[in-house]
């Protein structure tokens, strides 16, 4: 296996965080980013930037991290046994945005390396991440676009990998005991090292740099629709949903609690400020609402 440049995967990692909050930044001027810089005591460190209350974004994080361990955690381990008992380091880049307009839709985003060590034999490297994105009323447009630009992005590696990294956001932002998915989807990879290290990581700078690209004009379009009250309950009951997959179901969430990789407050960044919890709603018949559970939250062919 080629050997990891982990210096060159930082450096990206920590440009990649500057530009998203600058990017983002510039939609807001009621909020702005503010850095919390943390250190683990069992080995690494990181900085999380945060943005809340603002009027663009409710709530938002961008964090970069690289933690270090003796031992990988379960959630590392599970599909590949031969790991454990290996050393580790991993680090990343994760955003989650909650826009205070429900028709602007939330977006996640997350690059990530993983490499794990033994003394006398070779290290085992890994890139892992992508992007999606979670809308509460669904515009037909803003779907293509995202989905346009996740397949541009992958477009100089292999016509395959957009249709198999697709395929793979739609399976894993599902939320089994709803029996539905999260979002829209996107991009999601795991495991990832099949292009030799200098190729996989440029496939993932591709990735990375093109989040902006299909989000911001999304915010812009959306970011001053009039809502009613009851258009911002219903983002609320719907970021329950995002709540329950991420504490329940996401990896990234779970290897940090199981490793504890760091600030508890920077690893469940990614839950919504309000959240809203009915008992046995369902959406009026005909209705936006339920359009989104009829012609959004199903996979299918955007592009």
Same mark, same amino acid.
């Given at each position: %296996? ?63 991290? #690289?933690?270090?361990?003796?031992? %990988?955690?379960?959630?590392?381990? +599970? ?28 977006? #996640? ?48 590696? +292999? ?47 591709? %990735? ?60 469940? %960044? ?34």
């Amino acid at each position: %296996m080629d050997p990891v440049n982990i210096a060159a995967v930082k450096e990206f990692l920590l440009e990649l965080q500057e530009n998203i909050c600058n990017d983002l930044g510039k939609f807001d001027r009621q909020s702005s980013f503010h850095s919390d810089k943390w250190d683990r005591g069992e080995g690494g460190s990181g900085t999380t930037r945060v943005i809340s209350n603002g009027a663009v974004f409710e709530k938002g994080g961008v964090n970069f991290s #690289h933690i270090f361990g003796k031992t %990988m955690p379960a959630s590392a381990t +599970g599909a590949r046994p031969e790991l454990v008992g290996r050393a580790f380091q991993a680090m990343g880049v994760s955003v989650v945005i909650h826009p205070l307009n429900p028709f602007v839709p939330t977006s #996640h985003a997350n690059f990530r390396l993983f490499v794990a060590e033994k003394e006398g034999e070779e290290s085992v490297w890994w890139f892992g991440g992508g992007y999606d994105l979670t809308p509460y009323y669904g515009f037909e447009e803003d779907c293509v676009h995202w989905h346009s630009v996740a397949r541009k992005s992958c477009t100089d590696f +292999g016509d395959e990998y957009y249709i198999r990294f697709k395929k793979w956001c739609d399976e894993y932002f599902f939320i089994r005991h709803r029996n539905e998915t999260r979002g829209v989807g996107g991009l999601f990879f795991d495991d990832f090292n099949e292009l030799g290290f200098e190729q996989s990581f440029a496939f993932v700078r591709s %990735m990375a740099n093109s989040y902006i690209e299909a989000y911001a004009p999304i915010i812009e379009k959306r970011k001053n629709l009039k809502f009613t009250r009851q258009q911002k309950e219903f983002q609320e009951y719907r970021r329950g949903r995002y709540a329950e997959f991420n504490l329940v179901y996401d990896r990234g969430t779970v290897f940090g609690l199981q490793s504890q990789a760091g600030r508890i407050e920077s690893i469940l %960044m990614s839950l919504p400020p309000i959240v809203r919890w009915t008992y046995d709603w369902s959406p009026e018949p005909g209705s936006e609402e339920e359009k989104l559970y009829t012609h959004f939250l199903k996979p299918r062919d955007w592009v």
